[in-house]
């Protein structure tokens, strides 16, 4: 859509779409190139409420998030009263990874493996405290957060975070949703397939996100009765 | 019934295996356990779980807190029953100060301890029912747990993150009203359990998938270390309420099932009945639960009530010195160990004098019990591992900790 | 009143029994071996392997054994009709710190005799190798695998001693050491850089690798000259 005669089958990038939008001028008629128009919107609307109320979740449980994500999914909080009763478990068919659980370095790799997997468009929830940060878990096997691997959309706090927090943030999957548009760049996410399998986001990046806070920049204290033998080399000292 | 499709002769089979992974992510595997399947068709020539795909190192980070801290940790290794985890801690350090709580906190974590029990076995038959094909069990039982979920959060003011137990006692008295809320679960559930029990027990379809599938013998089951229902529906009477008991349970009156074969379907039966024998116990400790302090007067663990401490010079610094420094708990090594609801739960403690332990390690029932999985699933079906696994109850949390 | 607490300062003078000061890893008080039957039998029998035995928190029973005769001693509690531990519960090692030995905890349980016991070997922090007990009991076998991945003890003829918990390509030691910080050895974004650059053919043992010729696990090498064009098949 949006393609103007003969320019071949190659889509445009935001660029050359914004290029042409200003030479056709701001009004841009009923197609508009680069800002959403009259019959644009409509299409987003339509589309927008399509993916919004048939979510499939990719329910990626580890931990005791998981037995929440799972209650929210039976009798008293239900949450296919929002289209997700199809837990999809292929990530191939689904739509919204919801990470429910702290994720170890071990499990990393699945993890990243799974979102690869899933096609666009895709959003994801990282649920809990664990999933987020790290949560009560700053030590040498766990992830501190799931958004140093997976690009996160909405983060739910608590741990576990009670149904309604689950549904919460599902709902802002939602809005989220509602406010996307096809004209830029299709509504999908911008992804680059040499990230595949990498982690999300450069050293620096993740060493900020992953960084200890609160009570982790104390836990370096043994029993004071212990005699222990302090990390010799100066790396393994904590700032 | 089903018998093993294939007798496994000494020159392998005739056709090339493939070696197939289940897991981590996956639906029937109850947790991020891998299965390593060599396969032959769809028979399971050999399976190798691989775990630590939830390893949290809580055992490292209980070196990092003291006494009271690693309460909350408790909860998140088995979220199936975190009461249970938190009483069983706290009476490994009790046991090792030689403290001895009040009765109405013995009683009370009786209840909590039964009450875990059905919690547990509650999501055991949910998701077990469900690796069948039943779906329908698996809402009543969820409908069934959110009962008990709203006592814990009536009681704790979390759903499952309970940190419920202090060494010493409780974190609070149970409120106002609370014991008629469980004394209600325990007077309406049974109706439940008979619906679940009518779907399930004698149904074809579920008969023909559990009946003599897994099955192992008493002697194999004790040598490989299988603790908990599992070994007793393989014959052997061995449960630490009647053999070790802790806080009375001599005193109650309840029975333990035992199985005749060893197979998926007396597991099932096993935890079926212990839920109703959990009941009696529950019912029989709302009728005895005593009057008196939760928390025993003791100076070591005890914080000294705030009007004294407004009043009184000592008691200030006593309760000063115990919020911040934490308990002491005497140099030695304890190991303590319940009937949990997947098995043997023991935590060892080890202290040496300070307010941090020296080391704590849980010996978790599911990590014993999982390793028998290759014994078990030889010769079977990819769908009866799936059952097999379903009937051992295995939660990941306890066995990579 | 302060009275049923006694006086609250006394009890926070008191402080804990022993205080870590001194260089000996902790020990129990005063043991009564006689109170224990098996450990009367297996001081008797065992005269040079049973080092030490004490009783730990008011009634557990503790014998500390050489190392090098752990097999044969927990051989004869497994076996002897009198003893009959047959349930191994749990074996776990404690690393106290401070260049103290590590101690390697065996619990067991006798099922028909409803007895517990608790078996303690000390091992050298440059000599951290025993033999290992997976032939009497097949519970010891992830035990142990367990106790090798967390504390690098090796146990000889185990018979499959890997990595249990920990990637099979952790290269940061040996974890529950004391020696070991809590947050690893390495930088988080080293970590997530290693985590997420596991091998695949680390998860398999050899043998696994072996399964079918492996046909899944690696493609298959394709011609790549354009000149030998094969015949269609």
């Known amino acids: 859509m949006g393609m103007s005669d003969g320019e071949g089958t190659d889509p445009l990038s935001l660029a050359e779409i914004e290029a042409l939008g200003q030479a056709e001028g701001r009004q841009g008629g009923l197609l508009g190139f680069g800002h959403p128009t009259f019959l644009t919107t409509k299409v987003d609307f339509v589309v927008n409420w399509a993916r919004r109320n048939s979510l499939w979740p990719m329910p990626f449980g580890t931990a005791c998030c998981a037995i929440e994500m799972m209650a929210s999914a039976a009798s008293n909080f239900d949450l296919a009263r929002f289209g997700m009763e199809r837990m999809s478990f292929s990530p191939r068919q689904a739509d919204v990874l919801i990470c429910a659980g702290r994720v170890p370095y071990k499990l990393a790799p699945v993890l990243r493996r799974i979102w690869d997997q899933m096609m666009q468009p895709k959003w994801c929830v990282s649920m809990g405290a664990c999933a987020s940060s790290g949560g009560v878990f700053d030590t040498y096997s766990m992830v501190q957060g799931i958004d140093t691997i997976v690009p996160v959309d909405v983060y739910v706090p608590g741990c576990p975070p009670r149904p309604e927090g689950l549904i919460y943030g599902l709902m802002m999957i939602q809005e989220k949703i509602r406010q996307e548009s096809l004209t830029e760049h299709y509504g999908l996410r911008e992804e680059n397939p040499s990230l595949v399998g990498r982690p999300r986001a450069g050293d620096e990046e993740v060493e900020a996100l992953a960084g200890p806070f609160g009570n982790s920049t104390q836990q370096d204290h043994l029993s004071s009765a212990a005699q222990t033998t302090r990390p010799e080399r100066s790396e393994d000292l904590l700032p | ?401 | 009143m302060a009275d049923e607490n006694g006086s609250a300062f006394d009890a926070v003078e008191q402080g804990p029994e022993a205080s870590g000061r001194n260089t000996e890893a902790p020990h129990g008080g005063a043991s009564d071996p006689a109170e224990h039957p098996s450990v009367t039998a297996l001081q008797g029998r065992f005269d040079s392997a049973a080092l030490r035995h004490e009783v730990q928190a008011g009634d557990q029973h503790v014998v500390f054994l050489d190392p090098g005769s752990n097999r044969t001693v927990l051989a004869w509690l497994r076996d002897d009709p009198e003893q009959r531990y047959d349930l191994l519960v749990d074996v776990t090692a404690v690393d106290y710190g401070g260049g103290r030995p590590l101690q390697i905890v065996y619990q067991l349980w006798s099922v028909p005799h409803k007895r517990a016991l608790r078996i303690k070997c000390e091992l050298p922090l440059d000599g951290l190798s025993i033999d290992s007990v997976v032939q009497l009991w097949n519970a010891a076998n992830w035990l142990e695998r367990e106790v090798y991945d967390l504390f690098g003890v090796e146990f000889r003829d185990h018979p499959d001693l890997r990595r249990i918990l920990m990637p099979q390509n952790y290269a940061e030691g040996h974890p529950l050491r004391k020696d070991f910080p809590l947050r690893g050895r390495f930088s988080r974004a080293e970590q997530t850089r290693r985590a997420l650059s596991q091998d695949y053919h680390d998860d398999y043992t050899p043998e696994e690798l072996e399964v079918g010729g492996a046909p899944g696990l690696a493609p298959p090498e394709l011609p790549i000259s354009t000149d030998e064009v094969g015949d269609a098949p």
């Not at chain 2, 496994?8 to 992510?25: A, D, F, H, K, V």
């Not at chain 2, 390893?55 to 209980?62: C, D, I, M, Y």
């Not at chain 2, 469980?182 to 009946?211: A, M």
């Not at chain 2, 070994?231 to 309840?254: C, H, I, M, Q, W």
Request: aromatic share 8%; hydrophobic share 40%.
């Open chain 2, 1 to 401: 019934m089903t018998e093993k499709i294939l007798e496994l002769p000494e020159s392998r089979t005739l056709s090339e295996p493939m070696l197939i992974n289940i897991g981590p992510q996956h639906p029937a595997t109850h947790g991020v356990l891998r299965l390593i399947c060599e396969l032959d068709g769809e028979t399971v020539l050999k399976v190798t779980p691989d775990i630590g795909f939830l390893h949290s190192s809580f055992e490292k980070l209980g070196e990092y807190r003291t006494w009271n801290q690693i309460v909350p940790l408790t909860d998140r290794m088995d979220y199936l029953a975190p009461l249970m985890y938190n009483c069983v801690y706290v009476m490994a350090v009790e046991k090792l100060m030689g403290l001895e709580v009040t009765e109405r906190c013995k009683v009370a974590r009786v209840l909590c301890m039964e009450m875990e029990r059905i919690f547990s076995h509650l999501l055991w038959l949910g998701t077990t029912a469900i690796d069948v094909g039943a779906f329908t069990p698996f809402l009543y039982a969820f409908q069934e747990r959110e009962r008990i979920y709203t006592l814990h959060e009536n009681y704790t003011g979390a759903r499952i993150t309970t940190s419920a137990t202090r060494v010493g006692g409780m974190m609070a008295d149970f409120p106002d009203g609370w014991t008629d809320s469980l004394r209600d679960f325990v007077k309406t559930f049974p109706k439940t359990l008979n619906e679940i029990d009518s779907l399930l027990t004698t149904n074809g379809i579920h008969l023909g998938r559990t009946l003599d599938i897994g099955v192992i013998s008493g002697e194999d089951a004790i040598n490989y270390g299988f603790t908990g229902p599992n070994l007793r529906a393989s014959g052997v009477d061995y449960d630490l309420r009647k053999d070790n008991p802790y806080y009375d349970y001599e005193t109650y009156d309840f029975d333990v099932p035992i199985g005749g074969k060893g197979d998926c379907y007396d597991r099932y039966l096993v935890r079926m009945e212990e839920m109703r024998q959990s009941l009696r116990i529950l019912e029989q400790a709302l009728d005895r639960l005593p009057g008196g302090p939760i928390n025993v007067a003791d100076p070591r663990v005890s914080l000294p009530s705030k009007t004294d401490c407004m009043n009184d010079m000592e008691s200030m610094i006593h309760h000063f010195k115990l919020i911040t420094e934490g308990i002491s708990v005497p140099a030695g090594d304890c190991y303590f160990a319940v009937e949990g609801s997947k098995g043997e739960l023991g935590m060892y403690v080890v202290s040496d004098g300070g307010e941090k332990p020296v080391r704590w390690r849980i010996r978790p029932p599911s990590f014993v019990n999982l390793s028998v999985i290759a014994k078990l699933a030889e010769g079977h079906l990819v769908s009866d591992l799936i059952m097999i696994n379903a009937s051992l109850d295995i939660v990941l949390g306890e066995i990579d900790r």
